[in-house]
């Protein structure tokens, strides 16, 4: 396409050729200037005459909005439900705790005054504000409740551990020997050499003797199982007492046997009455303890309990 201008300014005529490049160039410049023009008049026609906005726009627009602010309550509603459910787990592990924290002070020997789990630790100091990219967020608290679980959990378990353990102790410490069969702390006889009451010679005396009247009660030193409750040619009415860990005592001499065989025991309970029989020259109580079937000093387990 030619285009001739002509002007009184130009000496002479002028002209310009337009190629297809050009016309297409035009074209789309057009176009842009056209849809540029009509989002304007959108744009000012929504933010500036509110009121030209037809029933249907704005009944679309609301339903839009009222949904997506349904969304948002409902993934706020989701996000709260998870969190009191974590919470009313930490809660119980709180009380379960408080209950183990309890019974370990006590086990262990602690004034009740020294750990209160029944109150909140007392908190304070000045007021430092966080900056704002440290502020609680709902992702953050999520977070932290997630790790305060496991750490609950992780206490817990090794709390277990450890009231097992005080447990297992005050068990061993009842199967020693450490109650005073007799309730009286003189001996006739101690452990150790000694002239036998018998021959007159020298003699390995493997308990302790008390010298109390006939019938007074003999009592269990520790608990444990009865693997003997008879009469033996030198021990006389004996009852023997397995506590395990290889300790054994024996209780000889007695006029009357009040346990049987096989019997469970309690550390202080009555299982016989002092008397003389067997290899005895009067009333007593021949007290012995053994450890893998060596005769012990059984003073030396009753001053450790009294310790």
């Known amino acids: 396409m030619n285009i001739i201008l002509v002007s009184s300014r130009f000496a002479k005529a002028r002209s310009l050729t337009l190629t297809r490049a050009h016309l297409l160039a035009a074209g789309m410049l057009a176009a842009t200037l056209f849809v540029v023009a009509v989002l304007t008049a959108q744009y000012a026609i929504v933010r500036f005459q509110s009121g030209v906005i037809s029933d249907e726009l704005r009944t679309w627009l609301a339903s839009a909005q009222a949904e997506e602010q349904q969304k948002q309550a409902l993934y706020l509603r989701q996000s709260l439900d998870a969190m009191a459910a974590r919470l009313g787990q930490m809660q119980a592990q709180l009380q379960r705790l408080d209950g183990l924290g309890a019974r370990l002070a006590k086990m262990s020997g602690m004034k009740p005054g020294e750990f209160s789990f029944d109150l909140a630790p007392a908190r304070g100091g ?12 709902m992702q953050s608290l999520d977070q932290q409740l997630e790790v305060l679980n496991v750490l609950l959990g992780d206490r817990s378990d090794k709390l277990v551990a450890l009231e097992t353990l005080l447990q297992q102790d005050r068990l061993d ?3 020693l020997p450490s109650v005073a069969p007799v309730r009286t702390s003189w001996y006739s006889s101690n452990f150790g050499w000694r002239l036998d009451p018998f021959t007159g010679k020298n003699a390995l005396h493997e308990g302790v003797d008390y010298m109390v009247p006939e019938g007074t009660p003999i009592y269990a030193s520790a608990g444990g199982v009865v693997v003997f409750a008879g009469l033996h040619p030198q021990y ?13 005592t024996r209780y000889a001499h007695a006029s009357k046997v009040l346990v049987h065989v096989g019997e469970v025991v309690r550390r202080g309970r009555e299982i016989a009455r002092v008397g003389s029989t067997g290899r005895s020259t009067g009333n007593h109580l021949h007290f012995e303890v053994r450890y893998r079937g060596t005769a012990q000093n059984p003073v030396r387990f009753l001053q450790q309990a009294a310790g």
């Open 126 to 137: 000045p007021y430092m504000p966080a900056p704002p990219q440290q502020e609680v967020s």
């Open 173 to 175: 410490k009842r199967m």
């Open 236 to 248: 006389g009415n004996m009852v023997e007492i397995d506590h395990g860990n290889q300790i054994i």
